[in-house]
Nanobody, 125 residues
């Protein structure tokens, strides 16, 4: 079983940038495909980005494509989400998640077995 801890959230003005990190422990990160999801108040959790185990395949939600970049460093057991050109509608709690199907590129949250506790991102206008 892998444990995931997100960090890097905070308050930023519209147009600014943040980099989220997701540190894994318990099992090698290379055993998993990884995803980032987010949940805004009163809304369902939604897919943001996913990356396969070796970082060679990534997919993004249309709403973040061109602004967000997912990456991973398996040696450091960490996944990142670089967020640029942030908008107020990006405000949400951001979660990282691990999928044991490490070649996967799933956008459905039900496909991910392990979840972090989330980190709050607030973008002011």
């Amino acid at each position: 079983q892998v444990e995931l801890v997100e960090s890097g959230g905070g308050l930023v003005q519209a147009g600014g940038s943040l980099r989220l990190s997701c540190a894994a422990s318990g099992r090698p990160l290379s055993s998993y495909a990884m995803g980032w999801f987010r949940q805004a108040p009163g809304k369902a959790r939604e897919f943001v980005a996913t990356i396969n185990w070796n970082g060679r395949r990534t997919y993004y939600a249309d709403s973040v494509k061109g602004r967000f970049t997912i990456s991973r460093d398996n040696a450091r057991n960490t996944v990142y989400l670089q967020m640029n050109s942030l908008k107020p509608e990006d405000t949400a709690v951001y979660y990282c998640a691990a999928d044991r199907d490490r070649e996967s590129s799933h956008w459905e949250d039900r496909r991910y077995e392990y979840w972090g506790q989330g980190t709050q991102v607030t973008v002011s206008s």
